[in-house]
């Protein structure tokens, strides 16, 4: 019987046929429409009754509701995949500006519809939410009702909505469209080839520090050239958010990033507090590794360097044969699942020219399947990537049956689930590890993660806070983006760097994202909250699959804080549970500087 081949290119066409020129996706984009006005204008002739008689409407309208988000999930899913598959699809990017604009239409209606919901009386508000079909959606219209008190009117709401489409959303678009001719330039065997930036990062992880040194400087040319043009884009989209904030009477830019993922801000100071005590153990880890590649300290350059050798690299088909066959360590469900999502072509992970930077998961409801994008090399790392984003997958998968307004989990928790996995294959390859010399690769590939997530992230948090108060006073230039980059990896990485990556701010993608604000702590928040997760996991052997399922189907039902309440028995307001999962990271740092004291 011959081994079962994956294809490392993903099949799109089970939802429309032909791409961007699909004309079934055309008609899905007119019936979206349709769909969208119809809410709209249920939502515009209603007046609230103030009674139980209203509970009628509120059942028969959210079904509209939801019927055109699965429409627009499509859309929007289908119009990403279609743009990081090849940047320069031009039909794609026409797509996603009308997905943009429906999707602005849509949020006018659902303002309008929350602001309605403020209209009812406290007691009979809570008589509505006490019986079918409405108490099982408690939390979420109940969630959508407090934030609708704290904005603008109706009106002033649908105006910014509209404005957003030329405006703010446009901003993040034309991010994307400058990315997508940036080239970086690289010598190969002597022939001068153009990458683009999502081959030119996977340089980043090679072995040879002269090849990294050179893509750095080629970089920082290529980003440095276009640091005008990104650096007003990234002041409109701020100006334009901070203008909203302003009209609302936001002071804190991190209310809505911190509502969006129903967290409170006390966790939040909470856990970068632990983080920071805690920082010299990952300050010995930089510089052991800066000793063991024989230079003072480590650059930028140096963060993903891999220290000492595997085996061999891991082809497309023996990475998703080690992540089956780990997950079924952990959880049959979860092994199904990743070998479903590898025979059915879930995942596009061929490196090619012309593919955009990064990987993500995406989810097509109206199918009830994900896509997975990457590229995949073969390293240490494109298999945890993989893992991480099929762990995004099985969490969207685990919420199957659950109302599609309960499925709206945030950014932090998302993150819990891809973690989870993500620790499961790396702890796997460093204890299947053939000799000290692989091992050391597998463990130092995972304290680069540890180093990314608390280091990296805790760079991007305190650039982004600094950078949206400099902002409220003006525009901010080039060289003081540059400076505030700068000052903000000294203090992440405790000045523990020979050279940074001041135009770190042009090449994150994340800072330019306009569907989440603060694209950063939630990766943070969720590494550790994983940890505590991935701990209680060990101690309890297969049959916690169960449990870790319960919990993230709770994920979008509930505040985090009442979420580790209920699952895992722990204050996330407390520094106990934070100290307990950093220590989980140190302990990998512990290992590592055990096996490499006499080298």
């Given at each position: 019987?011959?081994?079962?081949?994956?294809?490392?290119?993903?099949?799109?066409?089970?939802?429309?046929?032909?791409?961007?020129?699909?004309?079934?996706?055309?008609?899905h984009?007119?019936?979206?429409?349709?769909?969208?006005?119809?809410?709209?204008?249920?939502?515009?002739?209603?007046t609230?009754?103030?009674?139980?008689?209203?509970?009628q409407?509120l059942?028969?309208v959210?079904?509209?509701?939801?019927?055109?988000v699965?429409k627009?999930?499509?859309?929007?899913?289908?119009?990403?995949?279609?743009?990081?598959?090849?940047?320069?699809?031009?039909?794609?990017?026409?797509?996603?500006?009308?997905?943009?604009?429906?999707?602005?239409?849509?949020?006018?209606?659902?303002?309008?519809?929350?602001?309605?919901?403020?209209?009812?009386?406290?007691?009979?508000?809570?008589?509505?939410?006490?019986?079918e079909?409405?108490?099982?959606?408690?939390?979420?219209?109940t969630?959508?009702?407090?934030?609708?008190?704290?904005k603008?009117?109706?009106?002033?709401?649908?105006?910014?909505?509209?404005?957003?489409?030329?405006?703010?959303?446009?901003?993040?678009?034309?991010?994307?469209?400058?990315v997508?001719?940036?080239?970086?330039?690289?010598?190969?065997?002597?022939?001068e080839?153009?990458?683009?930036?999502?081959?030119?990062?996977?340089k980043?992880?090679?072995?040879?520090?002269?090849?990294?040194?050179?893509?750095?400087?080629?970089?920082?040319?290529?980003?440095?050239?276009?640091?005008?043009?990104?650096?007003?884009?990234?002041?409109?989209?701020?100006?334009f958010?901070?203008?909203?904030?302003?009209?609302?009477?936001?002071?804190?830019?991190?209310?809505?990033?911190?509502?969006?993922?129903?967290?409170?801000?006390?966790?939040?100071?909470?856990?970068?507090?632990?983080?920071?005590?805690?920082?010299?153990?990952?300050?010995?880890?930089?510089?052991?590794?800066?000793k063991?590649?024989?230079?003072?300290?480590?650059?930028?350059?140096?963060?993903?360097a891999?220290?000492?050798?595997?085996?061999?690299?891991?082809?497309?088909?023996?990475?998703?044969?080690?992540?089956?066959?780990?997950?079924?360590?952990?959880?049959?469900?979860?092994?199904?699942?990743?070998?479903?999502?590898?025979?059915?072509?879930?995942?596009?992970?061929?490196?090619?020219?012309?593919?955009?930077?990064?990987?993500?998961?995406?989810?097509?409801?109206?199918?009830?399947?994900?896509?997975?994008?990457?590229?995949?090399?073969?390293?240490?790392?494109?298999?945890?990537?993989?893992?991480?984003?099929?762990?995004?997958?099985?969490?969207t998968?685990?919420?199957?049956?659950?109302?599609?307004?309960?499925?709206?989990?945030?950014?932090?928790?998302?993150?819990?689930?891809?973690?989870?996995?993500e620790?499961?294959?790396a702890?796997?390859?460093?204890?299947?590890?053939?000799?000290?010399?692989?091992?050391?690769?597998?463990?130092?590939d995972?304290?680069?993660?540890?180093?990314?997530?608390?280091?990296?992230?805790?760079?991007?948090?305190?650039?982004?806070?600094?950078?949206?108060?400099?902002?409220?006073?003006?525009?901010?230039?080039?060289?003081?983006?540059?400076?505030?980059?700068?000052?903000?990896?000294?203090?992440?990485?405790?000045?523990?760097?020979?050279?940074?990556?001041?135009?770190?701010?042009?090449?994150?993608?994340?800072?330019?994202i306009?569907?989440?604000?603060?694209?950063n702590?939630?990766?943070?928040?969720?590494?550790?909250?994983?940890?505590?997760?991935?701990?209680?996991?060990?101690?309890e052997?297969?049959?916690?699959?169960?449990?870790y399922?319960?919990?993230?189907?709770?994920?979008?039902?509930?505040?985090?804080?009442?979420?580790?309440?209920?699952?895992?028995?722990?204050?996330?307001?407390?520094?106990d549970?934070?100290?307990?999962?950093v220590?989980?990271?140190?302990?990998?740092?512990?290992?590592f500087?055990?096996?490499?004291?006499?080298?």
């Amino acid at each position: 019987m011959t081994a079962t081949t994956y294809s490392d290119i993903w099949n799109l066409e089970v939802f429309f046929n032909g791409g961007s020129d699909s004309t079934e996706f055309a008609d899905h984009l007119e019936r979206t429409g349709q769909l969208i006005e119809l809410f709209a204008t249920k939502v515009d002739n209603w007046t609230p009754l103030n009674s139980l008689e209203d509970r009628q409407f509120l059942k028969e309208v959210l079904e509209d509701l939801e019927n055109a988000v699965v429409k627009l999930i499509q859309a929007g899913a289908f119009v990403g995949c279609l743009l990081a598959q090849n940047t320069e699809d031009k039909k794609a990017y026409t797509h996603d500006a009308k997905v943009t604009s429906l999707s602005a239409a849509f949020q006018t209606a659902l303002g309008s519809f929350d602001n309605l919901l403020t209209t009812i009386d406290d007691e009979v508000w809570q008589e509505l939410l006490a019986n079918e079909p409405l108490v099982e959606l408690s939390f979420v219209l109940t969630e959508s009702r407090e934030r609708a008190k704290e904005k603008l009117s109706k009106e002033e709401e649908a105006l910014i909505s509209a404005l957003e489409v030329d405006g703010y959303h446009s901003w993040g678009q034309l991010y994307d469209l400058i990315v997508s001719k940036i080239k970086i330039s690289i010598n190969e065997n002597g022939e001068e080839k153009q990458l683009s930036v999502g081959q030119a990062s996977n340089k980043f992880s090679s072995p040879d520090r002269d090849e990294r040194a050179v893509i750095f400087q080629n970089w920082e040319k290529a980003w440095g050239a276009q640091a005008d043009f990104l650096a007003k884009t990234l002041n409109h989209l701020s100006g334009f958010r901070l203008s909203v904030y302003e009209k609302r009477g936001w002071d804190d830019v991190l209310k809505e990033p911190l509502n969006i993922n129903r967290m409170e801000k006390e966790t939040l100071e909470t856990m970068w507090a632990v983080i920071s005590e805690n920082k010299l153990k990952l300050v010995a880890y930089l510089e052991r590794k800066a000793k063991l590649l024989g230079v003072e300290k480590l650059s930028w350059y140096d963060l993903e360097a891999p220290f000492g050798t595997t085996a061999s690299k891991l082809s497309y088909q023996e990475g998703a044969k080690f992540i089956e066959q780990n997950f079924a360590a952990f959880g049959e469900r979860m092994a199904t699942f990743a070998r479903d999502a590898f025979e059915d072509q879930w995942i596009e992970g061929e490196d090619r020219p012309g593919k955009a930077p990064g990987g993500f998961c995406t989810f097509f409801p109206e199918s009830e399947q994900s896509r997975i994008f990457m590229t995949y090399s073969g390293t240490p790392s494109n298999v945890s990537t993989l893992a991480h984003e099929l762990g995004h997958g099985f969490h969207t998968f685990a919420m199957r049956g659950v109302p599609l307004l309960n499925r709206n989990y945030a950014m932090n928790v998302a993150e819990t689930a891809s973690t989870f996995a993500e620790m499961i294959v790396a702890d796997a390859a460093v204890k299947n590890a053939k000799d000290t010399e692989e091992k050391l690769a597998l463990l130092d590939d995972k304290v680069q993660r540890t180093v990314a997530l608390l280091m990296n992230i805790h760079a991007r948090y305190l650039f982004e806070t600094r950078f949206y108060e400099e902002r409220k006073q003006g525009p901010v230039s080039v060289e003081r983006l540059n400076d505030l980059m700068l000052t903000a990896q000294k203090d992440a990485y405790c000045d523990a760097l020979e050279e940074y990556h001041p135009l770190f701010w042009a090449s994150k993608l994340h800072f330019f994202i306009t569907d989440v604000p603060f694209y950063n702590f939630p990766y943070t928040f969720g590494y550790l909250f994983s940890l505590g997760i991935y701990a209680e996991a060990l101690e309890e052997g297969k049959g916690y699959e169960d449990k870790y399922i319960s919990l993230l189907r709770d994920t979008a039902s509930m505040p985090v804080e009442e979420l580790a309440q209920k699952h895992l028995q722990v204050d996330l307001t407390q520094k106990d549970f934070w100290e307990k999962a950093v220590h989980i990271c140190i302990d990998d740092i512990d290992e590592f500087l055990e096996l490499t004291k006499d080298i």
